[in-house]
């Protein structure tokens, strides 16, 4: 039986990631930001027959003797936890160094003493920036577009650099852009549903014309877990992507349309990106990932909606709809 570790497990994806490990029968160590209420982020929501499966460890993912010890006797390392917010990076660079890129060498040093047998990166699609060519493959050229993305580029060449210096079993992730029950409000799907069903008319949002290539959580998750399970994968940096893209302006109406067709979309200037800084297109190539592992996306944009409508209906008391989320 695999001991695994997922970083972030607290967050959206970590959360996901969390509850399928644990039913597909793995020992899960989940760790969790410290704070004094003891809140253990979406693991809170999780029924108590699989939260009793989990061990939580509490920690700071900038602290490496925290790490070193959540990292003992752990057979695969999934590191999630990461700031990922951009308007929030625009301000607050320091601490999307502390967290993104000391955090990831916290984890690499710890895996680097404990022998771990697998170890997963998470990058992101911001890494590329705005698309020089598409579909986005893993040959794309980088661009730091944001604070954010330029410490998850550090943080994945500092991944890199321990496979190549250490010959370290390291992978490097990158999911397109994420969606689906329990994300926050700063991404830009909840932003809308949120808004749409608080009943206002006037949906506020940034810029319309960008692209993007939606994952749908569970897609997602299913992508790590192919990506942990073969070795075909070592040393590799392998997108999860779709390979389909929508603009924000689209998606927007598509929602519209189904919750309240009504609502009127208009332009919130805080909520526009510097011009330099704004990801124009994001369309990824899912080709490697078919080529190493057996997976592909189950889940079509609208089934994928339809969850996240459900689940935010059901939620909405836990989405300020009336401000922007950073």
Known sequence: ???ILVTGADGFIGSHLTEELV???YQVRAFVYYNS???WGWLDTLSKQVLDKIEIFNGDIRDPNGVREAMRDIDIVYHLAALIAIPYSYHSPDMYVDTNIKGTLNVLQAARDFKTSRVIIT?????YGTAQYVPIDEKHP???QSPYSATKIGADRLAESFYRSFNMPITIVRPFNTYGPRQSARAVIPTIISQLLAGKEEIKLGSLTP???FNFVKDTVNGFIEIANS???IGQEINIATQKEISIGELANELIKQINPKAKIVCDNQRLRPEKSEVNRLLGSNEK????TTWKPKYSLSEGLAETIEFIRNNLDKYKSEIYNV
């Open 123 to 127: 990058s992101t699609s911001e890494v």
């Open 23 to 25: 039913r597909q029968g």
């Open 231 to 233: 070795d075909l994968t």
């Open 142 to 144: 980088y661009q730091g």
């Open 1 to 3: 039986m695999k001991k």
């Open 289 to 292: 990932i078919r080529k190493l």
């Open 211 to 213: 692209t993007r290539d």
């Open 37 to 39: 209420f003891n809140n």
